[in-house]
């Protein structure tokens, strides 16, 4: 069974860093796409960014407004991916999804994260 | 960035009747390598989303087919045949045919009468 978990979230003050992880089950991570979303309390999905499978070389895609602060990436040896995120802003505060592939077909719960001083 | 505009942005259904979401985009969705990288996923009360539609027509595998999608170019419809309680969610559309800058429409809530 395809599961993914995400974890890492919570109570960050902002200008800090904050790790995600993404650990996946039922399949192995590096032979898909790993694509992050967010979605701020009580509003829609956000696009975050994406690696690339193995065999397109797991290159990066990231949201303009997250890029230069945010990176994606994986462990295959460990089957997670992680999304670490640098300079935290208020504006950062959601729920964060990893999802397999492109397309998105399965998603973890979500992990929180709030940024707030 | 392509903008996604869904309509209507809620939608209250009898059980048994159908629903029909529209989202339209600001540019083309057809890729050259022919597919239009149109996305639909539900997202249930306390869930993440779920994808249901992919590539504007194909419905995800365990999906019921009573869901359908349809469209092309610029112009895409979510239609439900006949809508059953467990619909009730928000339903989102997504570009993907744009690096770096996937979009989402705002969302369609959907809720029974």
């Known amino acids: 069974e395809v599961q993914l978990v995400e974890s890492g979230g919570g109570l960050v003050q902002p200008g800090r860093s904050l790790r995600l992880s993404c650990t996946a089950s039922?399949?192995?991570?590096?032979?898909?796409?790993t694509t992050w979303f967010r979605q701020a309390p009580g509003k829609g999905l956000e696009w975050v960014g994406f690696?690339?499978?193995?065999?397109?070389?797991?290159?990066?895609e990231y949201a303009a407004s997250v890029k230069g602060r945010f990176t994606i990436s994986r462990d295959e040896s460990k089957n997670i991916a992680y999304l670490q995120m640098n300079s935290l802003k208020s504006e950062d505060t959601a729920v964060y999804y990893c999802s397999r592939g492109l397309s998105s077909a399965y998603w973890g719960q979500g992990t929180l994260v709030t940024v707030s001083s | 960035d392509i903008v996604m505009t869904q309509t209507p942005l809620s939608l209250s259904v009898t059980p048994g009747q159908p629903a029909s979401i529209s989202c339209k985009s600001s540019q083309s969705l057809l890729h050259s390598d022919g597919k239009t990288y149109l996305y639909w996923y539900l997202q249930k009360p306390g869930q993440p989303p779920q994808l249901l539609i992919y590539e504007t027509s194909n419905r995800f595998s365990g999906v019921p087919d009573r869901f359908s999608g349809s469209g092309s170019g610029t112009d895409f419809t979510l239609k439900i045949s006949r809508v059953e309680a467990e619909d009730v969610g928000v339903y989102y559309c997504m570009q993907s045919i744009q690096l770096p800058r996937y979009t989402f429409g705002q969302g369609t809530k959907l809720e029974i009468k």
């Open positions: 690696i690339r499978s193995r065999a397109y070389g797991g290159t990066t």
């Open positions: 039922g399949f192995t991570l590096g032979d898909y796409a």
